[in-house]
């Protein structure tokens, strides 16, 4: 019996390893959120940087040509800043994929482990019931046997 309940301490402290996986895989999952967010947000920032360079290009009738040029080396440098961007992000997205599917899995091993703590809870229970109702019918069984001897002893004084 004590085995049994050792084996159900065991698996609990396995259960409680695989909520801190699942906990770990949870932090790792809104981290990789969070850089992707980032990266959108820097995404986003070139690409209003760029329209407005090119407004400024396209409104301003007083630009020197030298102004216009520096300009567009800007746009140019931009441009590049937003392919790495674009490239950082689909670093990010990937990673995030990543550690959504490691999420995945440890929650699948998290409710396996807990499905085999709650099986061997249900059988240590289950041995439990079945010992007290062994102790009860042997309680049972001993009243009985000691109520039909007395009534054995009985008789005979009775006939006396």
């Known amino acids: ?19 801190t996986y699942v906990t770990a895989a949870e932090a790792a999952v809104r981290e990789a959120e969070v850089l992707v967010r980032y990266f959108e947000e820097e995404a986003e920032k070139v690409v209003r940087q760029i ?7 396209a409104y301003l009738k007083t630009l020197s ?10 746009i140019f440098s ?8 674009a490239q950082d992000l689909e670093k990010a997205v990937q990673m995030l994929e990543k550690r959504r599917t490691e999420w995945r ?3 699948k091993d998290k409710k396996i482990v807990e499905r085999v703590q709650e099986r061997r ?7 439990v019931d079945v010992l007290q109702q062994k102790q009860v019918d042997e309680i049972t ?9 007395s ?3 009985l008789e005979p004084r009775k006939q006396d």
């Open 51 to 57: 329209q407005q360079t090119r407004e400024e290009i």
């Open 151 to 153: 009534d054995q002893e």
């Open 105 to 107: 899995e440890t929650m």
């Open 1 to 19: 019996m004590s085995e049994t309940r050792r084996s159900l301490d065991r698996i609990e402290r396995l259960v409680e390893v695989r909520q």
């Open 78 to 85: 931009l441009n590049f800043k937003a392919r790495q961007i």
């Open 121 to 127: 809870l249900h059988d240590w229970k289950r041995s």
């Open 141 to 149: 069984v001993g009243r009985h046997a000691r109520h039909a001897r």
């Open 65 to 74: 040509g030298h102004e216009i040029q520096a300009r567009e080396k800007h």
